[in-house]
Every structure is written in C-alpha cells, then in structure tokens.
C-alpha cells in the first residue's frame, strides 16, 4: 500500500500517523480481499483550522469534523446495503484522498476515554471505506458500513467503536 501523506500539524509525526494509517488500510484493503501493494491513497494530517476551511469548501459546513475522504472515482451501490463493487486492479491504482484534524480526534478520543491511537486507527478504517464506496447515508448502507468496521477493527485487536 503506498501512502502519501502531507503532515500540515506536526502532532501527527510524533502520535505515530504513519504507522497506524498503514495498518489500517492494511488491515482494511485484506478484509476485502484487495491487495494492498495494489493501491495507492494521499492523506492531508492536518488541524482542524484546515479541515474547517476544507468542509466548508466540500460539504458547506463551515466547522471542523475527524475526517473528510474524496473518493477517486463513484463506487457506491446502488441498492440499499449492497457490498460496493470493489476496484479492479491494474487500471487506475489512486483510490482518493483522505483529509484528518487531529484536534478533533484528540478531543473525541479523551470524550470517549479510548487511546488517540485506536481512534485514528478507526477513522482511517472508516475514511478508507468512503473511498471504496461505503457510506453511512441510508440506513442500510450504515448497517453494512459499521459492521465492516467492526470486522476490521476486531482483526486488530480493537474493540467495537459504537
């Protein structure tokens, strides 16, 4: 799996980011039966001035959140539930662009007593589903898209976020 990061927030470096966003896709490119020397993701660790600036350019909503994910290309299915079509090998190796604040993580983590670690390991799992056409918009696809996470997390030793 090869990782491009861009560090916009130096906390990220010494929380360990390169590790655990490679272990994450890792462990979720496997769990869908995708290798990861296939593939390719770039990702902005960032605060959340830039991540506020980016989800009000994207998604008009002018505040910071976790994570923002642009998938390269649409592959969402189109009936409620349904396992997205996963991409094909070969053709074109970029699946999209992940953007995380760590002030927002920090925070949520501390709200929810867990180690910043597990839950930046959960974001990139959940970012990286985006980016291969889960979603959480219907009810349906949130159902499927929480208990791929589950499974994910689960593999590594991490215990279930919701």
Request: with cysteine; charged share 25%.
């Amino acid at each position: 799996m090869q990782i491009d990061i861009l560090y916009e927030d130096d906390r990220w470096n010494a929380a360990g980011f390169a590790d655990l966003a490679e272990r994450a896709a890792e462990a979720t490119l496997l769990h869908l039966a995708l290798a990861p020397d296939a593939w390719e993701i770039s990702i902005l660790a960032c605060d959340d001035a830039r991540i506020a600036t980016l989800n009000e350019d994207f998604r008009g909503k002018p505040r910071p959140t976790n994570v923002l994910s642009w998938p390269a290309e649409e592959r969402a299915a189109e009936e409620p539930g349904a396992v997205p079509e996963p991409p094909e090998p070969g053709l074109d190796p970029e699946l999209g662009d992940i953007a995380i604040a760590y002030d927002t993580c920090a925070r949520e983590a501390e709200a929810a007593g867990k180690p910043m670690a597990d839950h930046v390991t959960h974001l990139i799992v959940h970012a990286l589903l985006h980016l291969l056409g889960y979603d959480h918009v219907r009810d349906q696809d949130a159902t499927l898209m929480e208990a791929t996470e589950v499974a994910i997390l689960g593999k590594l030793g991490l215990p279930d976020p919701y």
